[in-house]
């Protein structure tokens, strides 16, 4: 793990196996840049073999809209999670809303997402989320991710 001079973190698929507990195949996201507390973005290049395009659907293979939910779930725990103190810390999703899907991901893309913490107080963050394929928005969400840990113990 690297940190440059605007405080971001680049994460490779090992520092972010130190992270999250998610492993392939629901681990949807090959690398990352966050700055803590703030915005994560990471990306994936979608191979034509990934188990879901065989699947979702035969003769006009695309993205699932839910893994593609996992993929911004993935990002904003980085997040949260690179915080101080909060590396071993479990988190979940406890709402989503707004969730807008603009175009199909296909196989052989390279999806570039991105996540911003609007509001991270007592182990909830209020959270928003975008993927693009290039310049393209392909789908957003806002989200609350909660640190299981602070919460039960309010």
Known sequence: ???NEDGFLYL???DIYEYLKNRPPLLMINEAYVK??????SKRVLKEDEWFFKCHFPGNP???GVLQQ???FNTAALAIKTIDGNKDKTTN???ISKVKYRRHILPNEEIYI???VEKFRRGLGFMKGEIYVATELCMDAEFILVVLDDVISL
């Open 36 to 41: 803590p507390g703030e915005i994560a973005t």
């Open 1 to 3: 793990m690297k940190k």
């Open 62 to 64: 695309m993205m699932p």
């Open 93 to 95: 999703i406890s709402a």
């Open 12 to 14: 490779n698929k090992e």
């Open 70 to 72: 996992e993929a911004l």
């Open 114 to 116: 991105k996540t911003y």
